[in-house]
């Protein structure tokens, strides 16, 4: 196993995170592309803490703060969905444009 | 190649086809739901790949809170906000989605160049494996003392900030029962009513 194997992988699961994040029109749809983001960055650490510092594993612990972080911001991401659908019911994302023009 | 190098290959190889293709089908698919559970299937085969990492800890704990928090969290956002509709089709929309596939697969190509073009300094130490979550215990309570605390701050704020956007506002109850006592009060959340912004207003 390599490190490089690893990377790739998470490079491909950003780029799809990204892509994901740029054409979905679903609002819930780009808060799981976040996720996917998260996810890859998640795996790009745990990469580096197992290959180049096994023995601090300083990647293990910055991967349980980035999913804490991606914990709440899943929360409050949602939060602001539910109350953006109750005032303009839709969760369509080009018509979320209130502080565009 | 030893066999277990070989396992490893191929344990590997099979976690990395079903997180493509499930972060492919989450991105894809035109129906949520699916995206949905497929989000939790790239969890799994992203905790698969955390143990081939020698990280049981954190293995678990992807489990834990992405599959069983997260993944829980976003379903039921989609069931509250279960609504079937057709968006309108803007024009030159594949404009738009063939100029960020290849803006996406520059990015790849880039990252891909720099990865295997970079000599790491893979270090030769054993991975300690299961003293992991000693290790990072003592890493939590010394030289990671401050973010982790505040990390819990954090939480208690996204919590609260959550409540707050996310709750109805209810109407005081003399206003109610003043204005509303005509209309049917069975099965109906006592409930502000919400003036929609009309959401197309070109």
Partial sequence: ?101 | MNLADGVQLVSFLVLAAMMIGAALGVVLLSNIVYSAFLLGLVFISMSGMYILLNAGFVAAAQILIYVGAVNVLILFGIMLVNKREDFVPIKNAWVNQVATAVVCLGLFALLSTMVLATPWAISSATPIGDMAIVEIGKHFFSDYLLPFELASVLLLMAMIGAIVLARRDYLPDELLTSERRDEPSALTLPERPRELISSNKK
């Fill in chain 1, 1 to 101: 196993m390599q490190l490089q194997y690893f990377l790739l992988l998470a490079a491909a699961l950003f780029c799809i995170g990204i892509y994901g994040l740029v054409t979905s029109r679903n609002a819930i749809r780009v808060l799981m592309s976040i996720e996917l983001l998260l996810n890859s960055v998640n795996l790009n650490l745990m990469a580096f803490s197992n290959f180049l510092d096994p023995q601090g594993i300083r990647g293990q612990v910055f991967t349980v703060f980035v999913i804490t972080i991606a914990a709440a911001e899943a929360a409050v991401g949602l939060a602001i969905v539910l109350s953006i659908y109750r005032n303009r019911d839709t969760v369509d994302m080009e018509q979320f444009n209130l502080l565009k023009w």
